[in-house]
């Protein structure tokens, strides 16, 4: 399970994990259990931001006590829902590598495919639609990384299904990013540009993808252009091969499932 620590959430070098700051004295000196079942009626009440005050302070303060796990969970789903996504990951990484045999890592994974994907939705529009593309895909490269994690270590989770179709949605919005880069080359007539772009990014990454199949005219261009007959040719070929080919539609999946935490 070492592997997972490694690529399961991201990199937040440059990103600081945000402590509970003049909270009550009460929440401050109160037990363990006060604290945690507070936590709870928070939870239960959808007031996330008041549960993640009384989870904050029992994590720092009981660590390593009877409701720390449940506690970090807990709290990795509150930061979840009440879009504190950096907190979210920071809290879903420290799980990994406090727990990394623990019971519960498929929904940390899931919890964290999700918050990347949250993230890339916050930078760019629905693909589908207008879209605001694809300057910036690391965070769904990431929640790519995250579910492909899950599926591959935990593939009778109740939540790798979900993962899998994510995946399938991501996969093709990355395609796309690729693509128009392509088609950004291609109308500047920078064919040698628009040949790696397409061979060495989106057929190699994304061959299974509506637009690797879409960009095949732009690369039998790039290679007419540069006098590579044959090259072309084949790509002629390919495409005369597959007019009948089709791509199911994807239907972008919920964008933020009400998933709880497990319970010990």
Request: glycine fraction near 4%; charged fraction near 25%.
């Amino acid at each position: 399970m070492n592997k997972i620590k490694v690529i399961a959430v991201t990199t937040l070098s440059a990103l600081v994990l945000a402590g509970c700051s003049g909270t009550p004295e009460q929440v401050e000196q109160a037990p363990v259990q006060a604290l945690y079942q507070q936590a709870q009626e928070y939870l239960q009440n959808e007031n996330y931001r008041e549960a993640i005050r009384y989870l904050e302070a029992t994590d720092s303060r009981f660590p390593y006590g009877e409701y720390a796990q449940q506690a970090d969970l807990n709290l990795i789903y509150a930061y979840y829902r009440n879009e504190d996504y950096v907190n979210t990951l920071s809290t879903a990484d420290r799980y990994l590598q406090k727990y990394p045999q623990g019971p519960y890592l498929d929904y940390v994974l899931y919890l964290a495919g999700l918050t990347n994907m949250a993230l890339g939705d916050n930078l760019f529009q629905d693909f589908f639609g207008v879209d605001r593309a694809s300057r910036e895909t690391k965070p769904r490269e990431d929640a790519y990384h995250n579910f492909e994690t899950l599926a591959r270590y935990f593939p009778n989770s109740e939540y790798t299904k979900d993962a899998v179709q994510r995946m399938q949605y991501i996969r093709e919005s990355l395609a796309k990013h690729q693509y128009e880069i392509a088609e950004f080359y291609q109308k500047r007539n920078a064919y040698v540009a628009v040949v790696n772009r397409i061979q060495d990014n989106l057929l190699r990454l994304y061959p299974e993808t509506s637009y690797a199949y879409k960009a095949l005219p732009l690369l039998q261009q790039a290679y007419a252009e540069l006098h590579l007959d044959k090259q072309a040719d084949e790509i002629g070929k390919v495409l005369a091969n597959s007019k009948e080919k089709t791509f199911p539609a994807l239907v972008k999946p919920e964008s933020a499932p009400d998933v709880k935490p497990p319970l010990k």
